[in-house]
T-cell receptor, first 115, second 109 residues
Framework: GAGVSQTPSNKVTEKGKYVELRCDPI?????LYWYRQSLGQGPEFLIY????????DSGLPNDRFFAVRPEGSVSTLKIQRTERGDSAVYLC?????????????FGPGTRLLVL | SQQGEEDPQALSIQEGENATMNCSYK?????LQWYRQNSGRGLVHLIL?????REKHSGRLRVTLDTSKKSSSLLITASRAADTASYFC?????????FGAGTTVTVRA
């Protein structure tokens, strides 16, 4: 079946602009996660959804970052007033039930470059 | 902040040789997972080992876990050029995964 998909693959924007990154999880997966990966580092957790609600948003770096999952499937990560330090690969993952420690399946990521 | 640390940071081996990388972590965990990443994009899940397990095998992969030392190792046997990638350990103590900085493995033909 289809895996996790993310769009766009690449996004170049200017400092101060608003961007939206989209994630389509594996069909039927109730849990969805966003991570951010800077060059040479491992992914860092941003936010976790169980169904439509954000169960844990403790990884969001500041209030410029926001994510939604209105129908419990597709999720959008929104970044306002982008800064050069936001440049990174944004990874989305999903898992079947959201149980602690279950396998997460990752999408190919969106590479964001803020000029 | 990153929970785990992989060692070495980079590894270069000849095709057919074994590759071993280690992961150390700081807090108690439910399980530890290993992922592979090609070209800095999506991560592929390789293997999961639970906190009450000591060793696990999957094909050419062998993972060990020592919770008393808070460490894990990943062994890839009979390496192939296609194994060239970055390998990350990720610990799970709740819903989210905490990743190390990864080991970059290069397999020379």
């Amino acid at each position: 079946g289809a895996g996790v998909s993310q769009t766009p693959s690449n996004k170049v924007t200017e400092k101060g602009k608003y961007v939206e990154l989209r994630c389509d999880p594996i069909s039927g997966h109730t849990a969805l996660y966003w991570y951010r990966q800077s060059l040479g580092q491992g992914p860092e957790f941003l936010i976790y959804f169980q169904g439509t609600g954000a169960a844990d948003d403790s990884g969001l770096p500041n209030d410029r970052f926001f994510a939604v999952r209105p129908e419990g499937s597709v999720s959008t990560l929104k970044i306002q007033r982008t800064e050069r330090g936001d440049s990174a690969v944004y990874l989305c993952a999903s898992s079947s039930g959201g149980a602690q420690g279950e396998t997460q399946y990752f999408g190919p990521g969106t590479r964001l470059l803020v000029l | 902040s990153q929970q785990g640390e992989e060692d070495p940071q980079a590894l270069s081996i000849q095709e057919g040789e074994n590759a071993t990388m280690n992961c150390s972590y700081k807090t108690s965990i439910n399980n530890l997972q290993w992922y592979r990443q090609n070209s800095g994009r999506g991560l592929v899940h390789l293997i999961l080992i639970r906190s009450n397990e000591r060793e696990k095998h999957s094909g050419r992969l062998r993972v060990t876990l020592d919770t008393s030392k808070k460490s894990s190792s990943l062994l890839i046997t009979a390496s192939r050029a296609a194994d060239t990638a970055s390998y990350f350990c990720a610990t799970s103590s709740d819903y989210k995964l905490s990743f190390g900085a990864g080991t970059t493995v290069t397999v020379r033909a």
